[in-house]
């Protein structure tokens, strides 16, 4: 699931030259977009790993992925120096939570993407893949509906190189008192908040 936001917030949001590629989600009826770019690939498989790194070591506190765009502008501090400021211009908020789920088994070793949809009844079971299936065709829409309303703060392009602007993707772990401080803070700076997307898994669901 992360993987196909992440994907589909840089695939529509890339202003150069892209190659795109159509991606067919391992878990459900669903096929979105990315860019065929080792680059953007590299790093978002990256964040990716190191996001089930966090899950596995403080699975009951919530998550956040946040992905950053931003221009990187010549500030002069002195007469005879510059240093090179970020400029923020867009930030894209995904909230996650990672349940307790007790009917899992502790025993077990945890697959390598974490997640396991086959645990519980086969109802209870239906019922969960149904609710995740939904909610990320719902976020995929509202990345695809946001893109194309929301033009005017875009940078120029002029000297852009690469397919995407410069961007960064960060990973928080927070406690529940936490989680909306941090929240806060990022918005605080720049003051725009795109758009954000909340997921509640059970202990053991698959995130990619």
């Given at each position: 699931m992360a993987a196909g936001i992440l994907h589909s917030i840089m695939f529509h949001r890339a202003l150069g030259l892209i190659y795109?590629?159509?991606?067919d989600s391992e878990l459900f009826e669903i096929t979105y977009?990315?860019?065929?770019?080792f680059v953007i690939e590299r790093k978002v498989d990256e964040k990716i790993t190191q996001f089930i790194d966090k899950v596995k070591k403080h699975p009951n506190q919530k998550h956040q992925i946040c992905v950053s765009f931003y221009e990187s502008k010549n500030k002069q501090t002195s007469w005879f120096t510059k240093n090179v400021e970020r400029c923020y211009w867009e930030h894209w908020y995904i909230n996650l939570s990672v349940a307790h789920n007790?009917?899992?088994d502790s025993g077990k070793s945890h697959h390598s993407k974490v997640v396991n949809l086959e645990e519980g009844?086969?109802?209870?079971?239906?019922?969960?893949?149904s609710g995740l299936e939904s909610s990320l065709r719902e976020v995929l829409l509202q990345i695809i509906n946001f893109v194309n309303e929301k033009k005017d703060h875009i940078p120029s392009i002029e000297n852009l190189e690469g397919t995407s602007f410069p961007f960064e993707i960060t990973i928080s772990s927070l406690s529940d008192s936490a989680f909306g401080m941090e929240l806060l803070k990022r918005m605080l700076p720049h003051g725009n908040r795109p758009c954000s997307a909340d997921f509640q898994f059970l202990k053991?669901?698959?995130f990619v």
């Open positions: 795109p590629k159509n991606v977009m990315q860019c065929s770019d007790p009917k899992a009844a086969p109802n209870e079971r239906e019922v969960r893949h053991g669901s698959d």
